[in-house]
């Protein structure tokens, strides 16, 4: 199995930072796209950003030109960047991974989040 831990989130004024990471660990194989999502009180769950392996980003429209995702392959971590935040962005952040194990399970794996509070 393969196992996901985020860290980095907390409370934080509007305008301000915060950096998010994700530990992948366990009887990896590979990892192949990572992602972040979020679900704030009463919505749906929503893709933030993604990255590939080899590096191909893409972003929700709403944190475009604010949060940048990034990888390190080597250390099977994906961050996520969060600057100029918004009260909009509260929510709990949740990491994913599609990974392939070494018992030969590919799936996508998740984090159990992480909370993001931006106060106004």
């Known amino acids: 199995q393969v196992q996901l831990v985020e860290s980095g989130g907390g409370l934080v004024q509007a305008g301000g930072s915060l950096e998010l990471s994700c530990a992948a660990s366990?009887?990896?194989?590979?990892?192949?796209?990572m992602g972040w999502y979020r679900q704030a009180p009463g919505k749906q769950r929503e893709l933030v950003a993604k990255i590939t392996r080899g590096g191909i980003t893409n972003y929700a429209d709403s944190v475009k030109g604010r949060f940048t995702i990034s990888r390190d392959n080597a250390k099977n971590t994906v961050y996520l960047q969060m600057n100029s935040l918004k009260p909009e962005d509260t929510a709990i952040y949740y990491c994913?991974?599609?990974?392939?194990?070494?018992?030969?399970?590919?799936?996508?794996?998740w984090g159990q989040g992480t909370q993001v509070t931006v106060s106004s």
């Open positions: 994913n991974a599609d990974a392939e194990s070494r018992v030969g399970v590919r799936r996508a794996y």
């Open positions: 366990g009887s990896i194989f590979r990892i192949n796209t």
